[in-house]
């Protein structure tokens, strides 16, 4: 492999920390599942646009490639080396009582963390044998869920028409990946081995084996934030006497994409703030004090519709859950009085 060329307005972290130096130290080494440099940065050279531009093989990749995981690490959450993750899911140290209990600018909230299996590749070097492995021990820990969190396991693999138009009515279904996503090798034998879960209420779901082995996601009509979080931790806490998740002192819950290290957490919102909307500077400065980050209503690189932003925690890493969720809490009581303020 030759250091690939990129052109002059590559602006992604990959683009930024290859230099020819890091390149030549890096092109010959291979983790332990035989990952190699050139897998890690394939998406990143096909796709030039990449904000990021790497992905992790293994939980080894970021000592192996840790030349050009640890600058990127640094700058996009300015966490360093030295620095260790401390993880804190205890819902009793949140204080989020219903910012909106009228429900008169939060439609809905939803929490979600990404986990991966302890010993076990990550997405994109992940094996066919192994991505089943993953797939069933995740559906026995999911057999753990009772309560308001049991529910059905719907495998992609053979799944009818009737049960395929009722998970997207939903919004529940998860497509093949993006270009991003294809090019770091998380498509392969697509659809096997992956499937969704939810429970009966449809206030908690589980996708598996889409960018990360588990994405466990609880949400719910209403800004009832501590709910949500709460039975989030329920969820996760029941599902890991099964399924041991991939967890380092350092960069605590192992993601593949390095931006979801840490908590590999999102607490959002869907948010109507007409006025704000329109006062984008005095908005910006809100979610810039808390920490969070302003999306249209279809996620990223979306636009707003009708006045309704998704409203999410940006930093993961070097912080708690309970931090990540409070930031978002308070940001979101904030938008709430800005938003009053100018009507």
Known sequence: MNYPKFPENCKSLLCKYLTPEVFEALKDKKTPNGFTLEQAI???VKNIDSGIGVYAGDKESYDVFDKLFDPIIEEYHGFGKTDAHKSNLNPDDLNAPNPDPDNEFILSTRIRVGRNMDNMPLGPAISKE?????????????KTLEGELEGEYYPLLGMTKEVQEALIKDHFLFKEGDRFL???????????????????????????????????????????????????????????????????DHLGYITSCPTNLGTAMRASVHIKLPKLGADMERFKAITDQYHLQIRGIHGEHSESEGGIYDISNRRRLGITEVEAVQDMYDGVVALIEAEKALR
Request: avoid cysteine; charge should be negative; charged fraction near 25%.
């Open 42 to 44: 394939n998406s990143g």
């Open 182 to 248: 294809d090019a770091a090798g998380l498509n392969r034998d697509w659809p096997a081995g992956r499937g969704i879960y939810h429970n009966t209420d449809k206030t908690f779901l589980v996708w598996v084996n889409e960018e990360d082995q588990l994405r466990i996601i609880s949400m719910q009509q209403g800004g009832d934030i501590q709910e949500v979080f709460t039975r989030l931790v329920k969820a996760i806490e029941s599902i890991e006497t099964k399924v041991p998740f991939s967890y380092s």
């Open 130 to 142: 192994q991505r089943d492995h993953v797939e069933a021990s995740v559906v026995a820990g999911l």
